[in-house]
């Protein structure tokens, strides 16, 4: 066979694979194959020596003008079955977007949130106001003017998150709502009758019941004539709109520097309703928090006249509250915000 006819054949063969290719891959895996040395092309170029001088200019010609048609065929193919592809891809890809609901997927408050609302609601039906204050507090809210001086052996009841700021350890994350009481009683003159809702720290590590960041809510009656009496009253009926008739409330002689006296606030268990349970260590009651009879000293602190008037206060924790109220076993599942925990509430 002549040179020209094995140009001619290598030519043919190379054309009819390229037109052959199936798909896009395909195609890319024999290029190698086709301009390569090895390629049948490449092959008869290194021939070129043996051929006559005088033929060679034009078999060299003959082999480029091969080459350049192979290469041609296979750009032209490439760039068919790459749009082949893609439209294969868009084809099954595609969205059926005539089924998309008419209400996008809305987002709701948080269980705290909502627990918090509904706290507040009970206590402004009760003729409370809400009110609020800072975070980050000063010395004399959190633990001063709440008859805590620094040396009183109470303060380590709260375990403080200290901040940067001021001098020395003045600045700090409040441990509880108790200071919203001063801030009130400070701007406010009796009667009040109010209730601060918010978030707290302490230095915790977070486990199934604790966590160093959650939230209480704190409650504050300063009028004339105020006894234990109206607390124990204004708990239980508290008690009852917000839990139900079943669930009654009951107080515990206890310790706070801000009240005296004193009091931990306890509701019927709402797992067993007072059967017993796991829940409530089988005694039938869980602690909510505290209460008692405003000190005299708070009152002095913010020139309130002791002898005029009294007051009550309390403060319990939210957290606690939503977890019971929903069967909630670990307190952290409400804050890592996995959203197939939270539409449950
Ligand atoms: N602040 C207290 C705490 O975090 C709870 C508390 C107790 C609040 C008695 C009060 C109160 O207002 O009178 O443990």
Partial sequence: MSVHDQIEDARAQALSRVENAPDLDALVAIEPSLFGKKSTLGGLKRLMGQVDASERAAIGKALNAAQQAVR???DSVRVTLAAEMRREQLETERMDLTEVPCAPNLGHLHLISQTTQRLEDVF?????????????????????????????????????????????EDVLLRTHTSPVQVR????????????????????????????PAFHQIEGLVVDE????????????EFTAAYFGESIKSRLRPS?????????????????????????????GWIELGGCGVV?????????????????????????????????????????????RFLTQF
Avoid: K
Avoid at 192 to 204: A, N
Avoid at 255 to 282: L, M, N, V, Y
């Fill in 72 to 74: 041609e065929a296979f």
């Fill in 295 to 339: 000190h005299p000293n708070v009152l002095s602190n913010v020139g309130i006249d002791p002898e005029c008037y009294s007051g009550f206060a309390f403060g319990f924790g939210i957290d606690r509250l939503a977890l019971m109220r929903h069967g909630i076993s670990d307190l952290r599942d409400m804050f890592t915000n996995d959203v």
């Fill in 124 to 168: 402004v039906g009760m003729g409370f106001t809400v009110s609020e204050g800072p975070e980050a507090e000063t010395d004399w809210y959190n633990f001063t003017a709440l008859n805590l001086p620094s040396w009183h052996p109470a303060r380590s009841m709260w375990d403080t998150l200290y901040l940067d700021l001021g001098s020395g």
């Fill in 225 to 236: 004539g105020i006894t234990f009496g109206d607390l124990a009253g204004t708990l239980d």
């Fill in 255 to 283: 310790f706070f520097p801000f009240t005296e006296p004193s009091a931990e606030f306890d509701i019927t268990c709402t797992i067993c309703e007072g059967a017993g349970c796991q829940t409530c260590a089988r005694t």
């Fill in 184 to 211: 009130v009683m400070e701007q406010q003159r009796p009667p009040i009758y109010t209730v601060c809702p918010g978030r707290v720290f302490r230095r915790d590590t977070a486990d199934a019941s604790h966590l």
